[in-house]
């Protein structure tokens, strides 16, 4: 199997099995969540450290300075909640912030969360892999090693593109973690780079 020991056949009452399985465990983790929203949240909520912190990060981020970028790169490169951060990153400059400072703090927030969306795609590919045949796997396998570089690194040069979904589908994947992660850095400083350069350009 090589490359692919992590892949495997799976019967279809193994698939209904991992399914039910998995089904429940997200049942009761909404429960829990419920519960906790319901009768603990409020309380929660209102503790002085956390109101301190709230007021923090809403303030950071809503002022869109380096540190409030840095939050907004790891909350916005999440594959569960991307956003529009191109447009973040171009409007807390016209705020008139350090252009270097900013454009490293989101980069760096942006790098984390994707390691994070790999490790989640890691962690979870036992469970999706049941439910995918070993031909497909191979061959999504295949076309990724053929052409993955150029794919990653075009996605993450190009605004709006979903390359946090990418990440997570490569954990998944088992692609190359250093690989990776060198052609979405390469990828993301070039684009931020580029939105930087044509805000001095133009201001």
Known sequence: MGEYYFVHETSNVKKI???LISLFV?????????????????????????????SLLKEEITQLTPIGL????????????????????????????NVLLSFLFLNIG???I?????WLGVKFSPIILNFLSVKKVYKIRRLTNKYGAFLIFFVSVIPALPYEVLTFALGIARYNFYRLFILVTTGSLIKYAAIAGIFLLTH
């Open 17 to 19: 099995k991992i399914f």
């Open 26 to 54: 997200l049942i009761i983790l909404a429960s829990f969540a419920v519960t906790f929203q319901l009768k603990f949240y409020p309380i929660f909520k209102e503790s002085f450290l956390v109101k301190s912190i709230e």
């Open 70 to 97: 840095f939050y907004a790169g790891i909350l916005g490169g999440s594959f569960i909640i991307p956003s529009p951060l191109e447009i973040i990153f171009y409007l807390s400059l016209t705020k008139g912030n």
């Open 110 to 112: 942006l790098l984390l």
């Open 114 to 118: 994707q390691i994070v969306n790999y």
